[in-house]
């Protein structure tokens, strides 16, 4: 075996993670499919050079989750120490259900399982950042985030800003920039039969996302917790080339549910701010690669305050609403566990 | 060069903010400081880094450099960091270089490293003085995800604050960094102060508290501190003269590049020594600090500790109190800096899951001086040109 060689710099947050009292906010998403179907082709399904032994396919339904978690208490449990490492911390992720096949050596597809896939995601501590990147592979990003939820808390407030560039030219400055704005402001009484009714497949969504967070209780539920990431390094000279690239496979499972609230989508303000930095995974992600920015699009932070973590944050952007179709709300405590290497690239 | 197990592609995210390297950063402000090191720290840190594995299968041993038993804090200002790879790209976008400037700064400490070849005709060709970087810390957070994933340098994010101190002329600088109080469990991480740096004002100044003469004498009447000035900061504008010429004007750094297995993270999924070229030019403005009115704090407070053991002589136990150290130099100067030249010497045999077979050791340890000797043109010749 070769050794990995601990020092301070590597040893952050080591897995599993236990996160105690965590509160979350989710807001279904509706995609148009051709992206969730083009990450997955370019990430897991293409050959690199050789195949993994696993097919991806978008579930029936063109919805996501963008999810906002604040940890108080998010830890280390590695060699069984609970609390190693206590930290706060608010990451932002966006995921969406797959179907994963397992494919045969003859190309034939079987045992389906359904497994989330976290294509975006930005984290405000950077010692669990480089922990998600670097073991877990997931692509998690620096940035400020604040999230205000007062005392009364349907009442709520989202700001995520990142270092970017607001314009491609060579004289441009990285700076702060804003990412995305959600203000979430209860005017009216969810009536989820109305909203399901509405939206093709939003039931079945609403099953699947509340099934990986224990409220069915039973083992069907924890297989829906399993999410799958592209772990990759590159190398030292060749940047186009990696000289890892593996499917890594672990489980968020989600205990002691409480709080649990659903809000209509129309209740919730989605902006993204637009910028060259954000185009390209805004398009890819969210709204096709077809679209083009609308030119009369609004401009600015539509939310209180400009700044984050006393941080001047540059808002001077233009805004893309982006409709919810339903959100919620719950406090949890979350496992999140590595469960293996599904393939390793290279043979 | 040295190539992994296959041609695998890197799959190229939208949403991906870094930039690789080359890399040209003009006008950078550097503020340095010179102190003594534990020789034996140095040599701990060499093998426990690079010294992997026995001598025989790995080919070189790095020592300390025994000419030059100091460390050198630097603190480095860059107003504008640009991509300089000329090279197609690729990325389906537009280049990197293309895109904009990014600014910060950036904090490391630095040791003077000798690689030794371990038979007589690699002690010579592959002897090499490079520099290791035991702590490195950026401002900027696509800087560390770069330097962490790409270069093998193990860049934390802090918030680095520099500026003029008290005095006009002078310098101030402090690094805040995540950090534990105690390493009990459910202690809370923490942003405390790392270190901070005060100065008086650059001489000539009437601010000094010793003879500045003494001062300027300290680093110019040694042999052993023109050596390091030359290599930390590539002084040729300014010393050109005293050193007849034979300044080099490029520092090698060298790290460890490794990556954890996810599941069993004691085991490296991937482990090689790599060294990029720092290449200064351009140099202005040199100026000394008169040290003896160099203050410099190091926070020996909880998780801290770890990091103050690599290069300084505290305890294996946190004092809870704060390092004071008496600097033996303190310089500033601006330069352009180039960063290219991006290495692999030498990747560790690595073992594989799921039944693929192991990667074998590979080594590429030419020195830099020995290359053209040997038919390398290696740094300049990328894979896109000249297809291997």
Known sequence: MTRFVPNFSTQQLLPPWVSLDARNWVFLIQVPPETLKTYLDTHFNCAAPDLAPYYYEPVDFPYGVLRVTRHDNFSSSYGGVAGSQTLRKIDVNWAFPVNRWQVSPGNMRYSKQLVWIEPMAFDNNSYSMFSSREIWGTEVDMAHIHVEEGNDPNHMHIDVAAQGLVTFDPKSLSHLIGIMHIELNPKTDIDLGRLMDTHKGLASFIGLVFASIGLKGNDDGKHASEVNTLKQFRDVFNMQVAVYRAIIASRADQTNVSDVKFYDGCDVSLDFMWSASMAEALKGLFFGQDFVLPAHSPFGHPGRGHAIDRQPVDWNLPRLRKEVVVAASYTSNIRYDVTGTLHTYGR | ?388
Not at chain 2, 8 to 27: C, D, K, L, R, T
Not at chain 2, 63 to 89: G, H, V
Not at chain 2, 210 to 231: G, M, W
């Open chain 2, 1 to 388: 060069m040295i190539q992994g197990p296959q041609n695998i592609p890197f799959a190229q995210s939208a949403s991906s903010q870094q930039v690789p390297p080359p890399y040209h950063f003009p006008g950078v402000t550097v503020n340095a400081f010179v102190w003594p090191v534990d020789i034996s720290r140095v040599q701990t840190y060499c093998d426990e880094t690079f010294n992997l594995g026995t001598e025989k299968d790995r080919g070189f041993t790095y020592r300390p450099a025994a000419l030059w038993p100091y460390a050198t804090l630097l603190f480095l200002d860059y107003p504008i960091m640009l991509s300089s790879n000329p090279l197609p790209q690729d990325i389906g976008e537009m280049p990197y270089s293309d895109r904009g400037i990014i600014s910060q700064t950036e904090v490391f400490i630095a040791l003077p490293v000798i690689r030794y070849g371990t038979n007589p005709v690699t002690l010579v060709t592959s002897t090499a003085l490079e520099w290791a970087l035991p702590f490195i810390v950026v401002g900027n957070p696509m800087s560390s995800v770069c330097g962490r994933e790409m270069l093998g340098l193990g860049k934390l994010l802090a918030d680095i604050s520099t500026g003029v101190g008290r005095f006009p002329n002078s310098f101030e600088g402090s690094i805040k960094l995540p950090f534990w109080p105690s390493l009990e469990p459910g202690v809370q991480m923490e942003n405390g102060e790392f270190v901070k740096v005060t100065t008086n004002p650059v001489l000539p100044t009437f601010r000094t508290s010793k003879s500045p003469k003494a001062s300027i004498s300290t680093l110019f009447e040694s042999r052993e501190a023109s050596l390091v000035v030359e290599e930390m900061a590539s002084l040729s504008n300014l010393v050109e003269d005293a050193s007849l010429g034979m300044i080099p004007t490029n520092m090698r750094t060298v790290g460890l590049k490794q990556y954890r297995d996810a599941l069993d993270v004691e085991r490296a999924i991937y482990q090689s020594i790599v060294t990029c070229r720092a290449h200064y030019s351009n140099i202005t403005q040199f100026r000394m600090y008169d040290e003896a009115d160099v203050k410099i704090s190091f926070n020996d407070s909880g998780s801290f500790n770890e990091i103050l053991q690599v290069f300084l002589e505290v305890g294996d136990t946190p004092s809870n109190k704060t390092h004071e150290l008496q600097p033996v130099a303190g310089y500033r100067f601006m330069a352009d800096i180039d960063f290219d030249q991006m290495r692999v010497i030498h990747s560790f045999a690595i073992d594989r899951e799921n039944g693929l077979p192991p990667i074998p050791a590979q080594s590429d340890l030419t020195a830099e001086w020995a290359r053209p000797l040997k038919g390398f043109f290696g740094p300049l010749t990328h894979p896109m040109r000249n297809a291997e």
